[in-house]
């Protein structure tokens, strides 16, 4: 007969296996209604959520801003002709809702997706370095079944609680010539971890002991970006950006597991100011996050997307002598990883915020509220977020 300590060592086992590819971003969900509803998230499948490096100006206009606010890490060329350092910080917190079988489950996700300092070089050049979040993995699983001990079945519990997410530290230089063209080169690395820790319980507990287990996978890969901005005539400008990936390495204990590629992407932007206060965006970007799909189980399928976003800002009533900035946007974005049953999740957002002069032009707020709600094709199961933006701007 198999001792009592002979079977613990078997259960850590089973439990060290499955954390392994958990923590390495391989965990394959059941098809089942009930484990979608137990991870409580559509958003964050696979290796997490983009959460895309935004400004909470630009999350104030869906995404729409992106591609030549200073702030956000996107088109290097919007540093260009900077002509005051900048400070920035922010946080974002997010509040989800999953909804299935008539039941809801509620999480919150605390972020702080984006530090940023940009420097003027003179003769139009400036620097900046950026630390901002590109892909958010925060979740709790919990699932039940059996596992079979000395030949008698017992029923079983495991709960995975996975945290951990993707940063992108970019530096980067952008040259404006003259009032008419902005150009920009950055490089970015991708570092980050996820760790989980797995419980496994028994409905006996008097008979058996619970097990837990955690264990940790590391992120390492290297990208370049290109950009640049050109005043098409008074009042209309376009944007448009390219990062080119590296190698992206998953690595556990200092060895390499897997290994694919930092996505590629594209974004482009349409830029109206020709009315006085007032700026207008059209535009839309590409991801080829399938680059990532070799770094994953083969049930963590990986799609290339494709967002857009419009979105205005507008002068509002003065504050201390200088307007608050009232802003709004709709974007429709796809998210990379796939359900458990293979189909992409698709989200929607209404955007709006404001910008608050604090200190004159030494300083300013800015506030951001979305609304987004998530789906997928051929699931009943839907998710809906709020997402707080609140974000501080220093101009020495």
């Known amino acids: 007969m198999t001792s009592p300590m002979m079977r613990t060592l078997n259960m850590m086992k089973q439990v060290r296996g499955a954390m392994v590819c958990a923590a390495a971003g391989l965990v394959s969900l059941s098809s089942s209604v009930s484990t979608l509803g137990a991870q409580g998230t559509l958003s964050g499948l696979g290796f997490g959520y983009p959460v895309g490096g935004q400004s909470v100006r630009v999350s104030g206009t869906g995404g729409a801003f992106g591609e030549f606010d200073a702030i956000s890490p996107i088109n290097p060329a919007s540093i260009g002709g900077l002509t005051r350092t900048v400070l920035s910080a922010q946080t974002q917190p997010e509040y989800r809702t999953l909804t299935f079988d008539g039941r809801n489950e509620r999480t919150t996700v605390q972020r702080i997706p984006l530090l940023t300092v940009a420097v003027p070089a003179g003769r139009g050049l400036a620097v900046s370095l950026a630390a901002s979040s590109l892909l958010d993995r925060s979740f709790t699983t919990i699932t ?10 017992v029923a079983t519990r495991d709960k995975l609680d996975m945290r951990g997410a993707i940063g992108d530290l970019r530096a980067a230089v952008g040259w404006a010539y003259g009032d008419r063209i902005r150009l920009g080169v950055a490089g970015h690395v991708m570092t980050g971890e996820h760790v ?15 097990v837990s287990d955690t264990s940790r996978a590391t992120y390492f890969g290297t990208a370049l970006s290109v950009g640049g901005e050109v005043r098409v005539f008074k009042g209309l400008s376009a944007h448009a950006s390219y990062r080119l990936g590296n190698s992206f390495d998953a690595r556990i204990r200092d060895t390499t597991r897997a290994t694919g590629e930092v996505p590629d992407r594209f974004g482009a932007a349409l830029r109206y100011d020709g009315i006085a206060g007032s700026t207008f965006a059209l535009g839309m970007e590409q991801t080829t996050w399938s680059d990532m799909a070799t770094m994953g189980s083969s049930r963590v399928a990986a799609f290339d997307t494709r967002n857009v976003f419009a979105g205005a800002e507008v002068a509002g009533p003065k504050l201390r002598g200088l307007p608050v900035m009232v802003r709004a946007g709709l974007s429709r974005n796809e998210l990379p990883f796939a359900t458990a049953s293979g189909n992409q999740v698709k989200e929607t957002r209404i955007s709006t915020g404001i910008g608050l002069p604090v200190a004159r032009e030494a300083a300013s707020l800015d506030l951001s509220l979305q609304r987004a709600t998530r789906s997928a094709s051929g699931s009943t199961i839907k998710e809906s977020a709020w997402l707080f933006g609140f974000g501080i701007q220093i101009r020495p």
């Not at 039940?144 to 079945?153: F, H, I, K, Q, R």
């Not at 989980?196 to 619970?210: H, I, K, M, P, V």
């Open 144 to 153: 039940t079944g059996s596992a079979t001990l000395d030949g008698v079945p």
């Open 196 to 210: 989980g820790a797995r419980e496994r319980t028994f409905a006996d507990t008097l008979q058996y002991g619970s």
